[in-house]
């Protein structure tokens, strides 16, 4: 039998059969982290004295767990997703600038009208770009298994190589697998 079930009892019932990452540890973590970073003094700072809006370069957060199958795209789409919900900066996405330039080598390879072809040279420049890595450290005995998620973040001025801010959240997650055999 399935039914539709909200996120917060997805999580529940997800914790019964599995101690993998799921969605709801998703959500958290990049809750955490965009509280983190509205308090983040050097943040505040950085921001206060910077002009016009910040044009912010995201790359992408890496997944340095041993689980292949880590949501790692999930986690870099929910972070761009709150980033820009927040609507204080101008987002540099990695994934779009290699698309959007091969279509403008496209247009101005003598496919597209002249006049219509956008030109090299006027993307935006990122003030700031942000970098991450997660990681997992399993602790086991007895079939009973803690693993500790750490998600890390870091921005740096791109003029400067400053750091701006360095941010960590970290979900544990328990399992006791002899008593539910799986």
């Known amino acids: 039998k399935a039914q539709r079930v909200d996120n917060k009892t997805s999580d529940e019932k997800s914790m019964e059969i599995t101690d993998n990452w799921m969605g709801e540890d998703t ?16 943040f505040k ?3 206060k004295n910077h002009k016009g809006v910040p044009k912010v370069f995201i790359a992408e957060v890496q997944n340095s767990t041993s689980e292949a199958y880590f949501p790692i795209d999930d986690l870099n789409d929910e972070f761009l997703f709150e980033l820009s919900a927040m609507g204080d900066f101008q987002l540099v996405d990695a994934k779009a600038r290699e698309k959007i330039l091969e279509e403008i080598t496209y247009q101005n390879d003598g496919m597209v009208d002249p006049n219509q072809a956008k030109q090299i040279g006027k993307q935006l420049g990122a003030d700031f770009m942000i970098f991450g890595n997660v990681y997992m450290k399993p602790e086991k005995r007895g079939g009973k298994t803690i693993k500790e998620y750490s998600v890390n973040l870091r921005m740096t001025n791109v003029e400067t190589a400053g750091e701006v801010f360095r ?4 979900v544990n997650k328990y399992s006791n697998k002899s008593d539910y055999g799986w």
């Open 167 to 170: 941010l960590r959240t970290r």
């Open 27 to 42: 959500r958290l973590a990049v809750k955490t982290l965009i509280s983190q970073m509205e308090k983040h003094r050097g």
């Open 45 to 47: 700072r950085v921001m």
